[in-house]
């Protein structure tokens, strides 16, 4: 199966300051690899998503790289803000037999913007 | 976007009761779902994949038996926790795959979640 790391655990940063988390896979055949940003007992939302075929895609202050020959991909939020404070996790897509398709979450980063 | 509506929010059980969990697929036809686990300052771990109209497939390690997951149409699935105990006690969300649109073909949208606690 994938196996996804991500890092760091934490992560504080002072407001206007950049922050960057980073993931590893495992599986070469994964092909989607999106973001989510979860506050305090709430659902997952997803901020930036990046198929396989695409390097770099950017929305704004949020940024996702990928690196398929080293198998990892970044989040980048440039300029940060007090309400960027949430745990962010990375998510990979793998086939999983039987014409299924599933993520595999990273950890998670708890991120924490100082005013 | 695609909205995936889920029941109750909360619920507190007895231990050794039943809970249903629904989660709704709005304006939009879901085939499989995802149903995931999440204790408090973790990740969400996959739980199982629910399939309209056949078995759902349950990542090692879960009870089928005691995690019953129903898919009977295509905007509704449901997940049953059976004689709860304590140690059942999580943060059950569920969520669906986007139906693929001309700038998008993936995507997947969560429920709301369930903050089950059993006493």
């Known amino acids: 199966g994938e196996n996804v790391e991500q890092h760091p655990s934490t992560l504080s940063v002072q407001e206007g300051d950049s922050a960057v988390i980073k993931c590893t896979y495992s599986?070469?055949?994964?092909?989607?690899f999106p973001w989510y940003k979860q506050e305090l007992g709430k659902r997952p939302q997803l901020i930036i998503d990046i198929r396989s075929n695409v390097g770099e895609k950017k929305d704004q202050r949020i940024a996702v790289t990928l690196n398929k020959t080293a198998k990892h991909f970044s989040l980048h939020i440039t300029e940060t803000q007090p309400e960027d404070s949430a745990v962010y996790f990375c998510?990979?897509?793998?086939?999983?037999?039987?014409?299924?398709?599933?993520?595999?979450f990273g950890k998670g980063t708890k991120l924490s913007v100082i005013p | 976007g695609a909205v995936v509506s889920q029941h109750p929010s909360r619920v507190i059980c007895k231990s050794g009761t039943s809970v249903k969990i629904e989660c709704r697929s709005l304006d939009f036809q879901a085939t499989t779902m995802f149903w995931y686990r999440q204790f408090p300052k973790q990740s969400l771990m996959l739980m199982a994949t629910?399939?309209?109209?056949?078995?759902?497939?349950?990542e090692q390690g879960v009870e089928k038996d005691k995690f019953l997951i129903n898919h009977a149409s295509l905007t509704l699935s449901t997940l049953t926790v059976t004689s709860a105990h304590p140690e059942d006690s999580s943060f059950y969300i569920c969520s669906a795959r986007d139906p693929p649109t001309d700038r998008k073909v993936y995507g997947y949208t969560f429920g709301s979640g369930t903050r089950l606690t059993v006493v």
């Open positions: 998510a990979v897509r793998l086939y999983s037999g039987a014409g299924s398709y599933q993520l595999t």
């Open positions: 629910s399939n309209e109209g056949s078995k759902a497939t349950y």
């Open positions: 599986d070469s055949a994964s092909n989607y």
